[in-house]
Protein backbone atom coordinates (compact mmCIF):
# COMPACT_ATOMS: atom_id res chain seq x y z
CA UNK A 1 0.00 0.00 0.00
CA UNK A 2 1.40 3.23 -0.97
CA UNK A 3 2.17 6.39 1.98
CA UNK A 4 -0.73 8.18 0.33
CA UNK A 5 -3.08 5.97 0.40
CA UNK A 6 -2.18 4.77 4.08
CA UNK A 7 -2.49 8.36 5.18
CA UNK A 8 -5.83 8.75 3.41
CA UNK A 9 -7.23 5.54 5.17
CA UNK A 10 -5.81 6.88 8.39
CA UNK A 11 -7.82 10.48 7.69
CA UNK A 12 -10.90 8.99 7.04
CA UNK A 13 -10.34 6.73 10.31
CA UNK A 14 -9.83 9.70 12.66
CA UNK A 15 -12.89 11.58 11.18
CA UNK A 16 -15.10 8.58 11.68
CA UNK A 17 -13.80 7.82 15.63
CA UNK A 18 -14.11 11.43 16.30
CA UNK A 19 -16.56 12.59 14.50
CA UNK A 20 -16.56 15.41 12.36
CA UNK A 21 -17.94 19.33 13.37
CA UNK A 22 -19.81 20.29 11.63
CA UNK A 23 -20.08 24.00 10.73
CA UNK A 24 -21.97 26.86 13.51
CA UNK A 25 -24.90 27.72 12.04
CA UNK A 26 -25.26 31.65 11.62
CA UNK A 27 -28.63 33.26 12.70
CA UNK A 28 -29.64 36.91 12.52
CA UNK A 29 -32.62 38.18 14.56
CA UNK A 30 -33.05 41.16 12.06
CA UNK A 31 -35.68 43.51 13.39
CA UNK A 32 -36.76 46.40 15.86
CA UNK A 33 -37.35 46.90 19.47
CA UNK A 34 -38.75 44.18 20.17
CA UNK A 35 -35.77 41.92 18.61
CA UNK A 36 -33.50 44.41 20.11
CA UNK A 37 -34.40 43.73 23.45
CA UNK A 38 -35.37 47.61 24.21
CA UNK A 39 -35.51 47.99 27.77
CA UNK A 40 -33.92 44.67 29.34
CA UNK A 41 -30.36 43.30 29.63
CA UNK A 42 -29.26 42.48 26.28
CA UNK A 43 -28.79 38.66 27.38
CA UNK A 44 -32.36 38.50 28.63
CA UNK A 45 -33.71 39.94 25.01
CA UNK A 46 -34.86 36.92 22.71
CA UNK A 47 -32.09 36.15 20.21
CA UNK A 48 -29.77 35.59 23.84
CA UNK A 49 -32.17 33.48 25.40
CA UNK A 50 -33.00 31.73 22.05
CA UNK A 51 -29.44 30.89 21.54
CA UNK A 52 -29.40 29.39 25.08
CA UNK A 53 -32.40 27.33 24.52
CA UNK A 54 -31.18 26.27 21.23
CA UNK A 55 -27.59 25.40 22.15
CA UNK A 56 -28.89 23.62 25.67
CA UNK A 57 -30.82 21.38 23.03
CA UNK A 58 -27.53 20.37 21.44
CA UNK A 59 -27.33 22.81 18.16
CA UNK A 60 -23.99 24.26 17.53
CA UNK A 61 -25.96 28.18 16.43
CA UNK A 62 -24.63 31.52 17.16
CA UNK A 63 -27.17 34.41 16.96
CA UNK A 64 -26.78 37.85 16.46
CA UNK A 65 -28.81 40.25 17.37
CA UNK A 66 -29.22 43.24 14.71
CA UNK A 67 -32.44 44.64 16.55
CA UNK A 68 -32.66 48.55 16.19
CA UNK A 69 -35.38 50.19 18.06
CA UNK A 70 -37.69 52.84 16.02
CA UNK A 71 -36.55 50.68 12.45
CA UNK A 72 -39.38 50.14 10.14
CA UNK A 73 -39.28 48.07 6.82
CA UNK A 74 -37.46 50.96 4.38
CA UNK A 75 -34.83 50.83 7.47
CA UNK A 76 -34.76 47.86 7.11
CA UNK A 77 -33.84 47.70 3.68
CA UNK A 78 -31.01 50.14 4.06
CA UNK A 79 -29.01 48.52 6.75
CA UNK A 80 -29.57 44.67 4.87
CA UNK A 81 -25.97 44.11 3.45
CA UNK A 82 -25.00 45.35 7.26
CA UNK A 83 -27.11 43.21 8.48
CA UNK A 84 -27.24 40.05 7.29
CA UNK A 85 -23.91 38.63 6.41
CA UNK A 86 -22.67 36.38 3.97
CA UNK A 87 -22.32 33.62 6.27
CA UNK A 88 -26.23 33.76 7.56
CA UNK A 89 -28.36 30.87 7.44
CA UNK A 90 -31.03 31.65 8.71
CA UNK A 91 -33.19 34.88 9.37
CA UNK A 92 -35.54 35.83 12.24
CA UNK A 93 -37.62 38.73 11.01
CA UNK A 94 -39.21 40.83 13.18
CA UNK A 95 -40.76 44.62 11.44
CA UNK A 96 -43.68 46.29 10.33
CA UNK A 97 -45.11 47.71 14.10
CA UNK A 98 -43.16 51.14 13.76
CA UNK A 99 -44.68 51.14 10.41
CA UNK A 100 -48.20 50.95 11.83
CA UNK A 101 -46.90 53.73 13.85
CA UNK A 102 -45.59 55.92 11.28
CA UNK A 103 -48.48 55.49 8.99
CA UNK A 104 -46.59 53.81 6.26
CA UNK A 105 -49.49 52.15 4.21
CA UNK A 106 -49.65 48.77 4.90
CA UNK A 107 -49.55 48.14 1.19
CA UNK A 108 -45.91 49.67 1.47
CA UNK A 109 -44.94 47.77 4.87
CA UNK A 110 -45.77 44.37 3.28
CA UNK A 111 -44.27 45.45 -0.17
CA UNK A 112 -40.80 45.91 1.60
CA UNK A 113 -41.22 42.95 3.70
CA UNK A 114 -41.80 40.74 0.85
CA UNK A 115 -38.46 42.74 -0.83
CA UNK A 116 -36.79 41.10 2.37
CA UNK A 117 -38.12 38.19 2.19
CA UNK A 118 -37.63 36.99 -1.11
CA UNK A 119 -33.80 38.81 -1.25
CA UNK A 120 -32.71 36.56 1.87
CA UNK A 121 -34.42 33.60 0.03
CA UNK A 122 -32.25 34.75 -3.26
CA UNK A 123 -29.27 34.01 -0.91
CA UNK A 124 -30.64 30.60 -0.37
CA UNK A 125 -31.12 32.16 3.73
CA UNK A 126 -33.98 30.13 6.02
CA UNK A 127 -36.50 32.62 6.52
CA UNK A 128 -38.61 32.77 9.70
CA UNK A 129 -41.60 35.81 9.82
CA UNK A 130 -42.25 37.23 12.98
CA UNK A 131 -45.81 38.97 13.46
CA UNK A 132 -45.97 41.34 16.43
CA UNK A 133 -49.10 41.71 18.59
CA UNK A 134 -51.81 42.94 16.35
CA UNK A 135 -49.69 42.76 13.44
CA UNK A 136 -50.58 40.07 11.54
CA UNK A 137 -47.92 39.26 8.52
CA UNK A 138 -49.41 35.91 7.79
CA UNK A 139 -50.52 36.35 4.23
CA UNK A 140 -46.65 37.50 3.71
CA UNK A 141 -44.99 34.48 5.13
CA UNK A 142 -47.90 32.55 3.15
CA UNK A 143 -46.83 34.22 -0.22
CA UNK A 144 -43.34 33.80 0.35
CA UNK A 145 -43.84 29.94 1.48
CA UNK A 146 -41.83 30.63 5.05
CA UNK A 147 -42.94 29.75 8.43
CA UNK A 148 -45.23 32.24 10.68
CA UNK A 149 -44.75 32.90 13.85
CA UNK A 150 -47.16 35.39 15.56
CA UNK A 151 -46.21 36.91 19.07
CA UNK A 152 -49.03 37.98 20.94
CA UNK A 153 -49.13 38.29 25.00
CA UNK A 154 -52.14 39.45 26.93
CA UNK A 155 -52.18 42.94 27.13
CA UNK A 156 -49.66 44.65 30.25
CA UNK A 157 -49.03 41.36 31.46
CA UNK A 158 -44.63 39.88 30.41
CA UNK A 159 -44.43 43.65 29.84
CA UNK A 160 -41.03 46.07 30.35
CA UNK A 161 -40.86 49.44 32.37
CA UNK A 162 -42.87 51.35 30.08
CA UNK A 163 -45.56 48.77 29.87
CA UNK A 164 -45.79 48.03 25.99
CA UNK A 165 -42.36 46.24 25.61
CA UNK A 166 -41.83 42.87 26.64
CA UNK A 167 -40.57 41.79 29.68
CA UNK A 168 -37.49 39.27 30.36
CA UNK A 169 -40.34 36.75 31.31
CA UNK A 170 -42.23 37.68 28.39
CA UNK A 171 -39.40 37.03 25.94
CA UNK A 172 -39.21 33.38 27.63
CA UNK A 173 -42.23 32.53 26.74
CA UNK A 174 -42.33 33.41 22.83
CA UNK A 175 -38.97 32.03 22.35
CA UNK A 176 -40.61 29.04 23.84
CA UNK A 177 -43.44 29.04 21.69
CA UNK A 178 -40.89 29.62 18.69
CA UNK A 179 -38.39 27.14 19.38
CA UNK A 180 -40.03 23.62 17.40
CA UNK A 181 -39.90 26.15 14.10
CA UNK A 182 -36.36 27.52 14.39
CA UNK A 183 -35.62 23.96 15.01
CA UNK A 184 -36.71 22.68 12.13
CA UNK A 185 -35.00 25.62 10.32
CA UNK A 186 -31.81 24.49 11.88
CA UNK A 187 -32.03 20.88 10.98
CA UNK A 188 -32.85 21.88 7.31
CA UNK A 189 -29.55 24.25 6.80
CA UNK A 190 -27.40 22.07 9.08
CA UNK A 191 -27.63 18.96 6.43
Do not use: C
Not at 26 to 49: C, M, R, W
Not at 92 to 99: R, S
Not at 138 to 164: C, F, I, M, T
Amino acid sequence: MSMMRIAATFALLLMTVSGVRAETVSIVAFGDSATAGYLVKHDEAYPAQLQRALRAKGYDVAISNAGISGDTTAGALRRFDEAIGPDTKIALIEFGINDLGMHVPPEKMRANLNEIVRTLQARRIAVLLIGLGTLDLSDVARANDVPYAQWDLPEHKYRASDGWHLSAEGYAILVARMLPQVETLVKGVAK
